[in-house]
């Protein structure tokens, strides 16, 4: 079964700095995607990243990149010069190719909050 | 503009009652899926649907139920055997074939149990 863990419910970090989220995954699926979804306070989902498990190079969009280290399973955030609308909850989430390859399952998330 | 419409954004249900959750999108995506998550949780998927007339359990899909009569629609019921409904649910929809960049997410409905 997938398995998706973010290891830190919260994080803190100044503005303009640059954060972290953790998340590793579990799959004995060759093939599968990692994604980052961003929710603010007012709930809706939104998508920031995507990377292939085949993809030779890690995913940027933005502010955004994500380090693939495919070995370890692991698949962090990284969000270059933090600013204050990032505050949120960021969940990280998988699909693999087994099966119904197009439902993902989420991490239980990691708050950031961006300190001025 | 293409996109996801849940309605209503708060609900509010007395015990015993059935409630629906309506859930519309104008993508011509082929999948939709409905999920829970309640505080300090992830997304936890209740049902899903790849095709019309066809939906799939999930995780969690005791005390609800579905039905997918149209592509555009996607109505998530939570009956009275659902024994803690109280949470914020999201519906979300994408296209099953290719490279896949995400879900598309509506805006949630918040229900409470009162």
């Known amino acids: 079964a997938q398995k998706i863990t973010q290891t830190q419910p919260g994080m803190f970090v100044q503005e303009k700095e640059a954060v972290t989220l953790d998340c590793t995954y579990d799959?004995?699926?060759?093939?599968?995607?990692l994604f980052w979804y961003k929710q603010p306070s007012s709930g809706e989902m939104i998508f920031l990243i995507y990377?292939?498990?085949?993809?030779?190079q890690n995913a940027t969009e933005g502010r955004y990149s994500l380090n693939f280290q495919k070995a370890r399973k692991s698949a962090n955030l990284v969000i270059s010069a933090s600013q204050l609308g990032d505050s949120a909850m960021y969940f990280c989430?998988?699909?693999?190719?087994?099966?119904?390859?197009?439902?993902?399952?989420f991490g239980k998330g990691t708050l950031l909050t961006v300190n001025p | 503009d293409g996109g996801i419409t849940q309605s209503p954004k708060y609900l509010f249900r007395k015990e015993g009652q059935n409630v629906t959750l309506s859930c519309e999108q104008n993508?011509?995506?082929?999948?939709m899926y409905w999920y829970r998550q309640d505080p300090g949780q992830g997304l936890r998927l209740i049902y899903y649907?790849?095709?019309?007339?066809?939906?799939q359990k999930g995780d969690i899909a005791e005390g609800y139920s579905v039905s997918r009569e149209k592509k555009e629609s996607f109505p998530l019921t939570v009956t009275s055997a659902q024994k803690n409904p109280t949470a914020f649910y999201l519906c979300?929809?994408?296209?099953?074939?290719?490279?896949?960049?995400?879900?598309?997410f509506g805006s949630g409905t918040r229900l409470t149990v009162v």
């Open positions: 979300a929809s994408s296209m099953i074939r290719g490279r896949i960049y995400g879900y598309t």
């Open positions: 799959t004995s699926d060759p093939s599968y995607g």
């Open positions: 990377q292939g498990s085949y993809d030779q």
């Open positions: 989430a998988m699909r693999d190719s087994g099966g119904s390859n197009y439902k993902l399952t």
């Open positions: 993508l011509n995506h082929d999948a």
């Open positions: 649907s790849q095709i019309v007339n066809d939906f």
